[in-house]
Nanobody
Framework: QVQLVESGGGLVQPGGSLRLSCTFS????????MGWYRQAPGKQRELVAT???????TTETSVKGRFTISRDNAKKTVYLQMNSLKPEDTAVYYC?????????WGQGTQVTVSS
């Protein structure tokens, strides 16, 4: 059974930075495609960034150049480095693990960008 635990969220001023972490418990982390999603109040959950097991990445247009996804297979952790944060980045951020159509979600971590 896979469990995902996100951390690193919080309150930050516009222009600030945060690094989110998602720790994976279970076997074969290195075989999973990992992703970060977010859901703002009243909106649908949306994709932020993904990294495949092979290391290929995708980044949603609105965060490209500001957010970076990375992973450390030895630590079974995926990260989301968020720079130049904007109020519209405020959301609950969720970690996702996907392998051959089996998908797991974390519980989410709140990110609030406000002065």
């Amino acid at each position: 059974q896979v469990q995902l635990v996100e951390s690193g969220g919080g309150l930050v001023q516009p222009g600030g930075s945060l690094r989110l972490s998602c720790t994976f418990s279970g076997r074969t982390f290195s075989l999973y495609d990992m992703g970060w999603y977010r859901q703002a109040p009243g909106k649908q959950r949306e994709l932020v960034a993904t990294m495949t097991a092979g290391g290929a990445t995708t980044t949603e247009t609105s965060v490209k150049g500001r957010f970076t996804i990375s992973r450390d297979n030895a630590k079974k952790t995926v990260y989301l480095q968020m720079n130049s944060l904007k109020p519209e980045d405020t959301a609950v951020y969720y970690c996702n693990a996907n392998r051959i159509g089996t998908i797991y979600w974390g519980q989410g971590t709140q990110v609030t960008v406000s002065s």
